[in-house]
T-cell receptor, first 112, second 114 residues
Framework: EAGVAQSPRYKIIEKRQSVAFWCNPISGHATLYWYQQILGQGPKLLIQFQNNGVVDDSQLPKDRFSAERLKGVDSTLKIQPAKLEDSAVYLC??????????FGPGTRLTVL | GENVEQHPSTLSVQEGDSAVIKCTYSDSASNYFPWYKQELGKGPQLIIDIRSNVGEKKDQRIAVTLNKTAKHFSLHITETQPEDSAVYFCAASSLSGGYNKLIFGAGTRLAVHP
Protein backbone atom coordinates (compact mmCIF):
# COMPACT_ATOMS: atom_id res chain seq x y z
CA GLU A 1 0.00 0.00 0.00
CA ALA A 2 1.46 3.36 -1.01
CA GLY A 3 1.88 5.88 1.78
CA VAL A 4 1.03 9.56 1.96
CA ALA A 5 2.92 11.50 -0.69
CA GLN A 6 4.06 15.10 -0.31
CA SER A 7 5.93 17.52 -2.50
CA PRO A 8 8.18 19.32 -2.58
CA ARG A 9 10.38 17.89 0.17
CA TYR A 10 12.25 21.14 0.68
CA LYS A 11 11.50 24.76 -0.12
CA ILE A 12 13.45 27.95 0.55
CA ILE A 13 11.76 31.30 -0.05
CA GLU A 14 12.15 34.94 0.90
CA LYS A 15 9.71 36.50 3.35
CA ARG A 16 6.59 37.95 1.72
CA GLN A 17 6.79 35.40 -1.09
CA SER A 18 4.13 32.74 -1.57
CA VAL A 19 4.52 28.97 -1.48
CA ALA A 20 2.32 25.93 -2.02
CA PHE A 21 2.56 22.36 -0.78
CA TRP A 22 0.87 19.32 -2.25
CA CYS A 23 -0.39 16.15 -0.58
CA ASN A 24 -1.76 12.91 -1.96
CA PRO A 25 -3.30 10.77 0.82
CA ILE A 26 -3.53 7.02 1.02
CA SER A 27 -6.16 5.74 -1.39
CA GLY A 28 -9.58 5.52 0.20
CA HIS A 29 -8.76 7.72 3.19
CA ALA A 30 -11.57 10.23 3.63
CA THR A 31 -9.90 12.35 6.29
CA LEU A 32 -6.87 14.52 5.52
CA TYR A 33 -4.88 16.67 7.91
CA TRP A 34 -2.26 19.37 7.56
CA TYR A 35 0.10 19.90 10.49
CA GLN A 36 2.81 22.44 11.19
CA GLN A 37 5.85 21.14 13.07
CA ILE A 38 8.22 23.82 14.33
CA LEU A 39 11.72 22.62 15.19
CA GLY A 40 11.77 20.96 18.60
CA GLN A 41 7.99 20.78 18.94
CA GLY A 42 5.24 18.31 18.27
CA PRO A 43 2.98 18.59 15.22
CA LYS A 44 0.19 21.16 15.51
CA LEU A 45 -3.00 20.68 13.50
CA LEU A 46 -3.68 23.45 11.00
CA ILE A 47 -6.69 22.07 9.16
CA GLN A 48 -8.69 18.85 8.88
CA PHE A 49 -10.79 17.79 5.88
CA GLN A 50 -13.48 15.14 5.76
CA ASN A 51 -13.73 14.31 2.05
CA ASN A 52 -13.66 17.79 0.50
CA GLY A 53 -15.23 19.63 3.43
CA VAL A 54 -13.37 21.43 6.23
CA VAL A 55 -14.21 20.11 9.72
CA ASP A 56 -11.60 22.01 11.74
CA ASP A 57 -9.52 25.02 10.74
CA SER A 58 -9.48 26.74 14.11
CA GLN A 59 -5.65 26.83 14.21
CA LEU A 60 -5.15 27.98 10.61
CA PRO A 61 -3.89 31.61 10.30
CA LYS A 62 -6.49 32.48 7.71
CA ASP A 63 -5.01 35.86 6.86
CA ARG A 64 -2.10 34.12 5.14
CA PHE A 65 -2.78 30.37 5.00
CA SER A 66 -5.30 28.64 2.79
CA ALA A 67 -5.98 25.02 1.94
CA GLU A 68 -8.24 23.14 -0.38
CA ARG A 69 -9.09 19.56 -1.15
CA LEU A 70 -10.79 19.44 -4.49
CA LYS A 71 -12.63 16.20 -5.35
CA GLY A 72 -11.91 14.88 -1.88
CA VAL A 73 -8.49 13.40 -2.76
CA ASP A 74 -5.37 15.57 -3.21
CA SER A 75 -4.89 18.70 -1.16
CA THR A 76 -2.82 21.86 -1.37
CA LEU A 77 -1.75 24.18 1.41
CA LYS A 78 -0.72 27.72 0.49
CA ILE A 79 1.03 30.47 2.41
CA GLN A 80 0.81 34.01 1.07
CA PRO A 81 2.70 36.08 2.11
CA ALA A 82 5.20 34.03 4.12
CA LYS A 83 6.74 35.25 7.36
CA LEU A 84 9.96 34.21 9.05
CA GLU A 85 7.99 32.37 11.74
CA ASP A 86 6.42 30.12 9.10
CA SER A 87 9.72 28.21 8.86
CA ALA A 88 8.75 24.67 9.83
CA VAL A 89 8.02 21.20 8.51
CA TYR A 90 4.54 20.89 7.04
CA LEU A 91 3.16 17.42 7.47
CA CYS A 92 0.19 15.88 5.73
CA UNK A 93 -1.61 12.89 7.24
CA UNK A 94 -4.64 10.83 6.31
CA UNK A 95 -6.93 8.38 8.06
CA UNK A 96 -9.70 6.00 7.07
CA UNK A 97 -12.33 5.49 9.75
CA UNK A 98 -10.45 5.05 13.00
CA UNK A 99 -8.32 7.65 14.70
CA UNK A 100 -5.11 6.13 13.31
CA UNK A 101 -3.36 8.74 11.20
CA UNK A 102 -0.66 8.00 8.64
CA PHE A 103 1.86 10.74 8.00
CA GLY A 104 3.76 11.73 4.90
CA PRO A 105 7.47 12.66 4.92
CA GLY A 106 6.74 16.39 5.20
CA THR A 107 7.91 19.52 3.44
CA ARG A 108 10.65 21.50 5.15
CA LEU A 109 10.06 25.23 4.57
CA THR A 110 12.74 27.82 5.24
CA VAL A 111 11.74 31.47 5.06
CA LEU A 112 14.68 33.88 4.79
CA GLY B 1 -7.47 24.48 25.81
CA GLU B 2 -6.41 20.88 25.45
CA ASN B 3 -2.84 20.18 26.42
CA VAL B 4 -0.46 17.23 26.45
CA GLU B 5 2.74 17.38 28.48
CA GLN B 6 5.57 14.97 27.78
CA HIS B 7 8.65 14.11 29.87
CA PRO B 8 11.57 13.87 29.63
CA SER B 9 12.54 16.00 26.65
CA THR B 10 15.74 13.99 26.20
CA LEU B 11 16.63 10.48 27.31
CA SER B 12 19.94 8.70 26.97
CA VAL B 13 20.27 4.96 27.71
CA GLN B 14 22.71 2.15 27.13
CA GLU B 15 21.83 -0.56 24.66
CA GLY B 16 19.79 -3.25 26.39
CA ASP B 17 18.40 -0.93 29.06
CA SER B 18 14.75 0.09 29.30
CA ALA B 19 13.36 3.51 28.42
CA VAL B 20 10.22 5.11 29.82
CA ILE B 21 8.48 8.21 28.48
CA LYS B 22 5.54 9.76 30.33
CA CYS B 23 2.68 11.99 29.20
CA THR B 24 -0.20 13.73 30.91
CA TYR B 25 -3.28 15.16 29.21
CA SER B 26 -5.87 17.71 30.22
CA ASP B 27 -9.06 16.71 28.36
CA SER B 28 -10.87 14.08 30.43
CA ALA B 29 -12.92 13.15 27.32
CA SER B 30 -9.82 11.94 25.45
CA ASN B 31 -10.22 8.30 24.50
CA TYR B 32 -7.38 7.50 22.08
CA PHE B 33 -3.67 7.73 22.85
CA PRO B 34 -1.15 6.97 20.07
CA TRP B 35 2.63 7.03 20.21
CA TYR B 36 4.65 8.06 17.18
CA LYS B 37 8.35 7.61 16.34
CA GLN B 38 9.97 10.22 14.13
CA GLU B 39 13.36 9.64 12.55
CA LEU B 40 15.42 12.43 11.06
CA GLY B 41 13.94 13.74 7.83
CA LYS B 42 10.85 11.54 8.03
CA GLY B 43 7.26 11.92 9.09
CA PRO B 44 5.98 10.47 12.38
CA GLN B 45 5.25 6.75 12.29
CA LEU B 46 2.66 5.14 14.55
CA ILE B 47 4.30 2.52 16.77
CA ILE B 48 1.55 1.69 19.25
CA ASP B 49 -1.75 3.09 20.45
CA ILE B 50 -4.19 2.47 23.27
CA ARG B 51 -7.85 3.25 23.75
CA SER B 52 -9.48 4.31 26.99
CA ASN B 53 -11.18 0.98 27.64
CA VAL B 54 -7.77 -0.72 27.98
CA GLY B 55 -5.21 -0.20 30.74
CA GLU B 56 -2.18 -1.74 29.07
CA LYS B 57 -1.10 -2.90 25.63
CA LYS B 58 2.08 -4.65 24.55
CA ASP B 59 3.72 -5.28 21.19
CA GLN B 60 7.03 -7.13 21.40
CA ARG B 61 9.49 -4.75 23.11
CA ILE B 62 7.04 -1.86 23.32
CA ALA B 63 4.26 -1.40 25.87
CA VAL B 64 1.93 1.44 26.75
CA THR B 65 0.03 1.93 30.01
CA LEU B 66 -2.92 4.25 30.62
CA ASN B 67 -4.25 5.64 33.88
CA LYS B 68 -7.47 7.51 33.04
CA THR B 69 -8.08 8.59 36.61
CA ALA B 70 -4.74 10.36 36.80
CA LYS B 71 -4.89 11.33 33.09
CA HIS B 72 -1.47 10.00 32.26
CA PHE B 73 -0.02 7.37 29.99
CA SER B 74 3.46 5.99 29.44
CA LEU B 75 5.56 4.30 26.78
CA HIS B 76 7.93 1.54 27.84
CA ILE B 77 10.66 0.22 25.55
CA THR B 78 12.59 -2.80 26.80
CA GLU B 79 15.91 -4.16 25.57
CA THR B 80 16.63 -0.96 23.69
CA GLN B 81 18.65 -1.09 20.48
CA PRO B 82 20.55 1.67 18.62
CA GLU B 83 17.82 1.70 15.95
CA ASP B 84 15.35 2.81 18.63
CA SER B 85 17.14 6.18 18.64
CA ALA B 86 14.62 8.77 17.41
CA VAL B 87 12.16 11.40 18.65
CA TYR B 88 9.02 9.94 20.23
CA PHE B 89 5.72 11.81 20.44
CA CYS B 90 2.69 11.01 22.52
CA ALA B 91 -0.72 12.33 21.55
CA ALA B 92 -4.24 12.40 22.94
CA SER B 93 -7.47 12.70 21.01
CA SER B 94 -9.77 15.62 21.61
CA LEU B 95 -13.26 16.13 20.21
CA SER B 96 -13.64 19.27 18.12
CA GLY B 97 -16.66 20.04 15.97
CA GLY B 98 -17.79 16.44 16.18
CA TYR B 99 -14.47 15.06 14.97
CA ASN B 100 -11.50 13.75 16.85
CA LYS B 101 -8.23 15.64 16.54
CA LEU B 102 -4.87 14.74 18.01
CA ILE B 103 -3.00 16.97 20.45
CA PHE B 104 0.70 16.12 20.49
CA GLY B 105 3.28 16.37 23.21
CA ALA B 106 6.54 18.22 22.59
CA GLY B 107 8.52 15.04 22.00
CA THR B 108 11.30 13.03 23.66
CA ARG B 109 14.64 12.60 21.95
CA LEU B 110 15.84 9.08 22.77
CA ALA B 111 19.49 8.17 22.26
CA VAL B 112 20.51 4.53 22.65
CA HIS B 113 24.26 4.11 22.98
CA PRO B 114 25.94 0.84 21.92
Amino acid sequence: EAGVAQSPRYKIIEKRQSVAFWCNPISGHATLYWYQQILGQGPKLLIQFQNNGVVDDSQLPKDRFSAERLKGVDSTLKIQPAKLEDSAVYLCASSFISNEQFFGPGTRLTVL
Amino acid sequence: GENVEQHPSTLSVQEGDSAVIKCTYSDSASNYFPWYKQELGKGPQLIIDIRSNVGEKKDQRIAVTLNKTAKHFSLHITETQPEDSAVYFCAASSLSGGYNKLIFGAGTRLAVHP
